[in-house]
Nanobody, 114 residues
Framework: VQLVESGGGVVHSGESLTLSCAVS????????MSWVRQAPGEDLDWISG???????FYDASVKGRFTISRDNANEKLYLQMNNLKPKDSAVYYC?????????RGQGTQVTVSS
């Protein structure tokens, strides 16, 4: 089982990024998935999730700015992030679960400067 996040980077406030998570080793189309993030010294935050049936969750901190999606044919999970703010700076992980606790990848760093 493998999850590999990509797409992070350094952007200015108000800009956008799209994160990707390529998975392998399990039936992606039957798996609920999530995105979490962790800033230095902070707890792990569950910011978005998508079930195998397409039900979606967004934390209030990202609702209206972030969009989660999945491509079952190519076994990829995405997080479109718009209007990024400095408080969004963190390491972002995709998680093999509905919620913050599950197998996750190595993460991708997002840094938003003001």
């Amino acid at each position: 089982v493998q999850l590999v996040e990509s797409g992070g980077g350094v952007v200015h406030s108000g800009e956008s990024l799209t994160l990707s998570c390529a998975v392998s080793g399990f039936p992606f189309s039957n798996q609920d998935m999530s995105w979490v993030r962790q800033a230095p010294g902070e707890d792990l935050d569950w910011i978005s999730g998508i079930t195998k049936n397409g039900r979606i969750f967004y934390d209030a901190s990202v609702k209206g700015r972030f969009t989660i999606s999945r491509d079952n044919a190519n076994e990829k999970l995405y997080l479109q992030m718009n209007n990024l703010k400095p408080k969004d700076s963190a390491v972002y992980y995709c998680v093999k679960a509905w919620g913050p606790f599950g197998l996750r990848g190595q993460g991708t760093q997002v840094t938003v400067s003001s």
